[in-house]
């Protein structure tokens, strides 16, 4: 009988040790299965971080980031309260945070320069634009940097002549006072030329009724309308400049002006044009403007631009498509497919295949020679650029430091400056 007993008790003792060390068993692997997977995470949050930087050592982050995923990241770091992120993740997370902060901050400084897309706010001054020039350079990413100073550039452009232009109505509109005699076919031509060039709507409002009182005194002294007349006879020929340059004061030569649309006019006659608007580019003077058909003559509205260098046969050219962003953009450049020239807007395989281009990508950066199609981001000079075509060439209008052939350069202030004027489908003709 005891060693029934005996027996009994060490079997209930072994089950009860077995039992221990399968709970052992079981928690040892939770623990590592725990650890095992909050290295997984670790690893994965590590890529994620990783992967929004252009260049991680230099700290350059990439132009458009994965925001979705980030938020992500942040969560499990919130959620978790540092018990599955390592402190080392949660600090390159909290860095990567703060360069994006601080880009986000750049952007918005720069917007709130602005009001509305023509005029700049009230409270702009050199000194503002001076400290976010500044700002700016703390952007490592060269195109986001690029973009953001070309805004920077417009306002700067916008603040300038408007100043000009601020100082010479005001110097006029004293002696007009003073003797009204004095306001001269010239003068009043300037006057409303500079009143044009006003970026600021509390400005233009201040100097909207002693313009309209020289108009209206000119206009009774006169067979015409200096408005009309100025139109006509094209007086404004000041274009803004790049802050890559130094600033011109704002000046109309009317002389020059009447030279350039008065050859212009006749040369596009010749040639059988007869839009409304031509993009028109004289390869002998190095001048490019936006001429505007006034009384079956052509002049330039805004007076013409200065093209820095240029590579492009005489004809006639459409202007297709005028690209602000062109980064997921492709173009057609095989002369044997019937969609040659054809620009394609967030281009993809799948959709080119459509478009029967096979075997699409490349990273060829000249688009010349970029077959079948070029491809927008493989040039990040031409993402912000003017696209223009006939039936056997293809060229654009860009800034940038390389040169193609069929192409236009020009200052970033002047590119911007000639998109916000034009159109796509109008004839761009070279003389």
């Known amino acids: 009988m005891k060693d029934k007993k005996d027996l009994k008790s060490r079997t209930k003792s072994e089950h009860y040790l077995l039992l221990s060390a399968g709970i052992v068993g079981a928690f040892t692997a939770i623990i590592f299965l725990i650890m095992l997977s909050r290295g997984v995470v670790n690893a994965v949050v590590t890529s994620k971080i990783s992967s929004q930087y252009q260049d991680k050592e230099l700290e350059v982050l990439k132009t458009k980031l994965d925001y979705p995923t980030l938020n992500f990241v942040g969560r499990i770091i919130k959620v978790s309260d540092n018990y599955v992120i390592t402190p080392s993740n949660i600090k390159k997370y909290n860095e990567l945070e703060s360069y994006i902060k601080a880009r986000k901050l750049r952007n918005k400084e720069v917007d709130k320069l602005y009001d509305g897309k023509n005029n700049y706010r009230d409270d702009v001054s050199s000194q503002k634009i001076n400290v ?37 109505l005001t110097k006029t509109w004293q002696e007009f006072n003073d003797d009204k005699s004095s306001l001269s076919f010239k003068k009043i031509s300037m006057v409303n030329t500079y009143y044009k060039l006003i970026k600021n709507k509390t400005v233009k409002n201040r100097w909207n009724e002693a313009v309209d009182q020289m108009d209206q005194y000119f206009s009774n002294h006169q067979a015409e309308s200096s408005r009309v007349e100025a139109a006509k006879q094209e007086l404004n020929a000041l274009r803004d400049a790049p802050l890559t340059q130094q600033y011109t004061p704002a000046k109309v030569d009317i002389v020059t002006s009447l030279k350039f649309s008065s050859g212009v006019s006749d040369n596009l006659v010749q040639a059988g044009v007869t839009g409304k608007n031509v993009l028109y580019f004289n390869t002998s003077t190095n001048k490019l403007a936006l001429m505007t058909k006034v009384n079956s003559r052509y002049v330039a509205e805004n007076g013409y631009i200065n093209v820095t260098g240029s590579q492009i046969s005489s004809g006639k050219y459409t202007i297709n498509k005028l690209i602000t962003n062109g980064d997921n953009d492709a173009l057609i450049t095989d002369s044997n497919n019937s969609n040659f020239g054809r620009y394609v807007v967030n281009a993809s395989d799948d ?29 990040s000079d031409l993402t912000k650029s003017i696209y223009f075509s006939n039936d056997s060439t293809l060229g654009f209008i860009y800034t940038g430091g390389s040169s193609y052939n ?13 998109m916000s004027e034009l159109s796509t489908g109008i004839t761009f003709y070279v003389n």
């Open 132 to 168: 976010l020039d500044k700002s700016l350079l703390k952007e490592k990413n060269q195109d986001v940097y690029q973009k953001l100073r070309n805004k920077l550039d417009m306002i700067q452009i916008w603040f300038e002549q408007t100043k000009d232009a601020d100082q010479y």
């Open 406 to 418: 069929n192409s236009l350069q020009i200052s970033s202030a002047d590119l911007s400056s000639l």
């Open 351 to 379: 959709g080119l295949e459509d478009l029967d281009v096979t075997n699409p990508e490349n990273t060829t950066s000249d688009y010349n020679s970029a077959t079948p199609v070029f491809w927008l981001k493989n040039n």
